[in-house]
């Protein structure tokens, strides 16, 4: 019976831990958190248009973006992107960024172009 108890209890443990990480990882994009990582990253490129790069707030160069949906537009700015009308490095170029925190900056730059 301790037995049973004991990998009831351990189960039940990983299994509150795995829908802990599971709900983290699919955490809303915080836009007013991709502010930051805009001005200290992003800007660089997507203020001037370098590279191509959409402007923000520029809506008819992000319409057609937003319209992929978002789950592209994330994974063009993790790992990089090269279109017809331009190209991204990887995280634009800033290694250091997280995956949640390039996602943020793409919630933010799409929030400035609706």
Partial sequence: MNRFLSAALCALFVS????TAATAATAAPDAAKGQ????????????AGLMGAPKLGEKAAWAPRIAQGNKVLVNNAVNGFKGKVGAMLPKGGNAKLTNAEVEN?????????K
């Fill in 16 to 19: 509150s831990v795995c829908a």
């Fill in 105 to 113: 900056a793409v919630a933010y730059m799409v929030k400035q172009a």
């Fill in 36 to 47: 930051a990582v805009y001005d200290a990253s992003c800007v660089a490129c997507h203020k």
